[in-house]
């Protein structure tokens, strides 16, 4: 199949990107458009739908792939090309997710042979992400921080849900509705997840699927020092909601704090007293494989 690549301008000059599309254009037409400033993706992805485009491949890391996924919302449903993934970042935790090759010939091949499925997106307020919204509350985890719930939190670096310390945080006080339920407390951590991944391989909603047309809300409440085993029982219990990790699936969830909290929507930060997520069952078309992990009809 015919495909258009619009490429992060930050790795058009990758040996290995340069050979791999030469490589591919053996296999058929293979177009590439590369960004360079703001906005590029979103003008490049209006043009593609303009011309017929019927297979765009967001060749780029999680940011890109959720530029172009928003971009295509945009335009009208007769106008959408289908989505492919060309990883190219540093985590590339939707694609990883997806089990799309990391390998750029391989992924391809895959953006030129695979079957598109229809899948979910989902919307914070007016902001669209395809993976993972996560609230960011605190610091970096520091050395005192138990191994396993370090692990959790993504070892120090750039964690699941931000920058976080699980311990010796002021949490954020708030009320969580979902559909027949209302949860005030205070909240470390919480992510409402379309995806599985964020921050670098940090599986937070291990069942979800990207096509059944629910989200996946995980919630890590304020909890003492004493209930740390607790927590990280159900921490690592991908089934567990206790008393202090709780976990859903939802069409939709809200969020409303008397401060602002800051929020990650696959990479992009934003920062909001009240937000809505919501499901968009079925938005796009996406390429993955056939053995898809996290599609209803994966392994």
């Excluded at 609230?135 to 120090?156: C, D």
């Excluded at 921050?199 to 004493?226: C, K, M, R, S």
């Amino acid at each position: 199949m015919d495909i258009r690549i619009v490429l992060n301008g930050k790795k058009a000059g990758l040996e290995r990107v340069r050979a791999a599309i030469y490589k591919a254009r053996e296999r058929g037409r293979v177009d590439v458009r590369v960004t360079w400033e703001a906005d590029d993706v979103r003008r490049l992805v209006r043009e593609a739908g303009a011309e017929g485009c019927g297979r765009l491949v967001a060749g780029g890391g999680d940011g890109t792939v959720n530029e172009v996924v928003d971009a295509i919302l945009d335009l009208p449903s007769t106008e959408r090309p289908e989505v492919a993934i060309l990883p190219l970042g540093t985590a590339n935790d939707f694609a990883t997710g997806c089990a799309i090759p990391a390998d750029p010939l391989s992924a391809l091949d895959l953006a030129q042979s695979g079957r598109a499925r229809s899948v979910d997106c989902a919307r914070a307020n007016e902001y669209r992400f395809i993976n993972v919204a996560s609230g960011g509350f605190g610091a970096k985890v520091t050395s005192g921080t138990p191994v396993a719930l370090k692990n959790f939190l993504g070892g120090g670096a750039y964690t699941l849900f931000g920058m976080v310390q699980a311990l010796n945080f002021i949490p954020y006080h708030g009320e969580m509705r979902i559909p027949g339920e209302t949860l005030q407390n205070d909240v470390i951590v919480g992510a409402v997840c379309n995806g599985r991944q964020a921050g670098g391989g940090q599986q937070l909603a291990p069942n979800a699927l990207i096509d059944d047309g629910l989200l996946d809300v995980v919630l890590l409440f304020h909890f003492p020092p004493e209930a740390l085993g607790q927590v990280v029982s159900q921490i690592t219990d991908p089934e567990a909601s206790g008393d202090y990790v709780k976990r859903f699936k939802v069409p939709w969830a809200e969020w409303e704090s008397d401060v602002e909290t800051p929020i990650n929507l696959d990479g992009e930060p934003i920062r909001t007293k009240n937000v809505r997520f919501e499901v968009l069952p079925g938005a796009i078309k996406l390429v993955v494989p056939e053995d898809c992990p996290v599609t209803a009809s994966g392994p």
